[in-house]
């Protein structure tokens, strides 16, 4: 008896010690292969954030250049970082000395996209944006990975998975972020979690999914609703624009069945235009750049209906060389910088400023849906809508963000960055300053030098500081 007990807890030892050596191996063959053990990040101590540009220089010199991937170019933060993208990392570099400060690393995942919404605000910002930079990397041929990096640290913030189709772009806009796809987009808040899921879903949760077989070519975000630009077979040729609520589920008058994946859209726009990009967006307009019947921005209201036409003077090829997917089928949303109310948008080497300014229409309620539509008159100060010649009884007067174009410039080499109240605009030969305000010549010199050693490609220019940083292709570099 006492030697078959024995013999037990012998055979139970070495069942025991096998199951452990099991759990080892499996544990060890886990993180061999894990994302973990291939991800390797550098963070550092944070270091004193630059103030806002105040000044606009007069002469500049270089002080520093790093390299990056010129698919991906780079990300001037506020926070007084300069981030590349280099293969599968994610470098940032001290915006006034170009010394290294963190690096994320996937290891075995090239990088999709770096991006940032804190460039799109003035100053620094703490919440309310989607603060940080987004590092995107591409898992199986999709650009799923996603973290959040705190911009001045390294710091990782949120992280998540998502079906993001390759070829697509970041984009930025209120409290949101969001992924361009050909013919997938998500928006995500600020820690991330996705509050909608639009077009080609990689699996349908849900029949009757809508906008499938639609390419995206163009998306803007604010903090109540999206445009997306939208080109269907089934539905003609021309150039479509879509209105979405960013966060579906808690829009006013919802449908019971309203969510992350099934929605019903705000608006359908058919803008009659071969190409269209968008150029503007607040919470009750969306601006958009049409190539034909002349190129124009033409305003419209949260439910489809033009409001506003501005003829402009951008080349309609410009236009439709935009509004198209690249030979390799990427897609990209129209490249812009914001400055408070400003929003430089750029189409080929044109400028486009469209302005937000508040304003007051008259509204009356449509006979179908009871939804507020404007009407042609604009309502006299100090009167009340019901008094205006023709008002109907239910007619309404209605505080709005409205939008409209303030100036545009060509023969740009890339984006301007903005200083105080100047525009530092990328030409040949170094940088025109211009009022923000109207695009008048806001210096003398009216250009500053800047010798770019021969290089004639796209240049991006941000502000941190007393820093300028030029963006060139392959090439980053500090100046001041």
């Known amino acids: ?26 544990v060890a063959v886990v993180y061999l292969t894990s994302d973990v053990r291939a991800t390797t990040d550098a963070t550092s101590a944070a270091a004193a954030t630059p103030g806002s540009p105040v000044q606009v220089p007069t002469t500049l010199t270089q002080r520093w250049t790093v390299a990056t991937d010129p698919a991906i170019g780079a990300v001037a933060s506020p926070y007084g970082v300069v981030v590349t993208g280099q293969g599968t990392a994610a470098v940032a570099y001290d915006a006034v000395t170009g010394e290294p400060r963190w690096s994320y690393d996937r290891g075995d995942q090239p990088l999709c996209a770096i991006g940032s919404g804190d460039t799109d605000a003035p100053g620094v910002t703490v919440r309310g944006k989607v603060r940080g930079v987004m590092v995107v990397s591409n898992k199986n041929g999709s650009c799923s990975q996603m973290m959040l990096l705190d911009p001045a640290t390294g710091d990782r913030h949120y992280d998540r998975t998502s079906p993001n189709q390759a070829g697509g772009a970041l984009t930025f806009g209120g409290p949101y972020a969001g992924w361009l796809g050909p013919s997938l987009v998500e928006l995500w808040r600020d820690d991330l979690v996705r509050t909608i899921q639009y077009g080609d879903l990689p699996a349908p949760p849900k029949p009757n999914a809508t906008h499938t077989g639609c390419t995206f070519t163009d998306m803007i975000i604010d903090d109540q609703q999206f445009a997306t630009v939208e080109h269907c077979p089934d539905l003609g040729a021309t150039a479509r624009v879509v209105l979405n609520w960013t966060t579906p589920d808690s829009a006013p008058d919802k449908p019971d069945d309203q969510d992350v994946f099934k929605h019903t859209a705000r608006a359908e726009i058919d803008t009659g235009a071969t190409a269209a990009r968008l150029v503007g967006i607040t919470s009750d307009r969306v601006a958009v750049l049409v190539s034909d019947p002349e190129p124009a921005v033409v305003l419209y209201d949260t439910t489809g209906q033009e409001v506003g036409r501005t003829p402009v003077d951008v080349p309609a090829a410009s236009i439709v060389a935009a509004d198209r997917l690249t030979d390799g089928g990427a897609t990209s949303p129209t490249p812009a910088v914001r400055d408070g109310v400003l929003r430089f948008s750029l189409i080929g080497d044109t400028l486009v400023a469209v302005g937000q300014q508040s304003a007051t229409v008259e509204t009356t309620p449509t006979s179908t849906t009871g939804d507020l539509a404007d009407t042609a008159q604009a309502p006299t100060p100090g009167v009340l809508a019901t008094e205006l010649p023709g008002a109907g009884p239910s007619s309404v007067t209605e505080n709005i963000q409205d939008l409209s174009v303030a100036w545009t410039r060509q023969g740009l080499l890339g984006l301007p960055a903005v200083i105080d109240k100047q525009v530092l605009l990328p030409v040949t030969g170094g940088l025109a300053a211009v009022a923000a305000a109207n695009g008048n010549p806001g210096i003398v010199p009216a250009v500053i030098a800047v010798d770019r050693a021969g290089y004639t490609g796209r240049v991006d220019v941000a502000a941190i500081g007393s820093m300028i940083i030029e963006t060139r292709g392959a090439t980053v570099v500090g100046l001041s």
């Open 1 to 26: 008896m006492t030697r078959s007990l024995a013999r037990r807890r012998r055979i139970d030892r070495i069942v025991a010690g096998a199951i452990a050596l099991i759990v080892l191996a499996v």
